[in-house]
């Protein structure tokens, strides 16, 4: 128990007490900008590729934004995507939507799509207890996902082509992505899903992956700015607004209702009657 105390401290510093980084987040792309980096969106940059392909002679930064909490970072991020006049993506889930926002990210020429949970969802609400179970109701979160994406195509007027797995609590309880709903070629054409942004194919041609991590850490593995100056061709920075600014009625939104779920998905048969 003891043990834990430091990693309770730091949640609860990132959440509630970290200081804004989003100069930080501004200097990290003059940075790259000043590398010659071309900085691009998940599907601009999957575009190139599958058409005329990488310019040898070019550096490439795909930069992809997860918006698990807090849209008003976001939208402060995409304030300094726009001063810099930078390409990037950022993925919203349910929870997150913010249409006008995404509106103008899109009317910019960069990405606005959806971060989606179906099967956690799922799972959540239907009291899985095994990746067995989660994969047998395959059918039921497919069905809630394409109900999902057609009305938020329908409300934003954004294609949503390119998408990206959302990864919550129950999926590395239950030990299965929510990317799997997307991996029926099928399915995948009966939605009008063009690329997931976890795709091997698309994943092979990022040879340097990073992400923004809580406080203290910040980066993982690394901090991207390494290989920014050794001028690597292609660089992928995946960042999430909760780790940039600490918005504290967001985040104490954001853990109560992470306590309620996971309460409700430890207790046997709590869910299970939903059924």
């Known amino acids: 128990m003891l043990t834990a105390l430091p990693r309770l401290r730091d949640r609860v510093y990132g959440a509630f007490l970290m200081r804004s980084r989003l100069g ?13 980096y071309r900085i691009s969106s998940v599907g601009s940059f999957w575009r190139r590729v599958q058409g005329e392909g990488l310019d040898a002679a070019e550096r490439y930064l795909v930069l992809r934004h997860d918006i698990d909490t807090d849209p008003r970072t976001a939208a402060a991020m995409w304030a300094i995507d726009r001063r810099l006049g930078v390409d990037s993506s950022y993925f919203f889930r349910l929870s997150t939507m913010e249409p006008q926002l995404m509106a103008e990210i899109a009317a910019a020429g960069s990405e606005a799509s959806y971060h989606y949970e179906e099967l956690s969802s799922v799972a959540k609400r239907r009291g899985l207890r095994s990746r ?9 979160a497919r069905d809630l996902f394409a109900e999902n994406v057609r009305r938020l195509r329908a409300t934003t007027g954004l294609p949503m082509r ?13 030990g299965v992505a ?8 099928a399915f995948r054409r009966s939605v009008d899903v063009e690329l997931e942004t976890y795709d091997e194919a698309f994943l092979g041609r990022l040879p340097h992956r990073y992400t923004d991590a809580p ?20 660089i992928s920075i995946l960042v999430h607004p909760r780790h940039w600014r600490a918005d504290r009625g967001a985040n104490a939104r954001d853990a109560i209702r992470r306590i309620a779920e996971g309460i409700r998905f ?10």
Not at 178 to 185: E, K, M, R, S, T
Not at 223 to 231: M, S
Not at 266 to 275: D, K, N, S, V
């Open 24 to 36: 930080e987040y501004e200097r990290l792309l003059e940075s790259a900008i000043g590398a010659r």
């Open 132 to 140: 067995a179970e989660a994969l047998a109701h395959l059918a039921e």
């Open 162 to 174: 390119v998408v990206a797995s959302h990864g919550d609590f129950a999926n590395r309880r239950l």
């Open 178 to 185: 929510n990317w799997v709903l997307l991996a029926d070629p």
């Open 215 to 234: 406080h203290p850490r910040y980066w993982a593995p690394a901090d991207p700015a390494a290989v920014i100056d050794a001028g690597e061709p292609v």
């Open 266 to 275: 430890e207790l046997p048969g709590a869910t299970r009657r939903r059924r």
